[in-house]
């Protein structure tokens, strides 16, 4: 099963960014966005994928991408 997750780029490595996303599409991810200016690239990967990942080269962090919701507005 995929879960959806963010990838954090090494700032050292933003100008390579489209490089990057695309050897994690290599590797197995399947990327939805890459955001440039941020060093963020979004996508999904089997669980079991997520470390691996993880330990290619250009890659600062990943983390599961966690849903929100915004409160209805207060009254009035």
Known sequence: MKTRIVVTVDP?????IDEVAQ?????GMT????LS??????GS???GQTSALGAMPGIA??????D???PP???Q
Request: glycine share 8%; hydrophobic share 35%.
């Open 45 to 47: 990967a089997d669980h």
């Open 37 to 42: 200016t941020t060093g963020i690239i979004t």
């Open 73 to 75: 507005d207060g009254p």
């Open 31 to 34: 990327v939805d966005q890459i």
């Open 61 to 66: 962090s990943i983390e599961p991408d966690g």
């Open 68 to 70: 929100f919701q915004i």
């Open 12 to 16: 050292a490595q933003r100008n390579r």
């Open 23 to 27: 050897s994690l599409a290599q590797a």
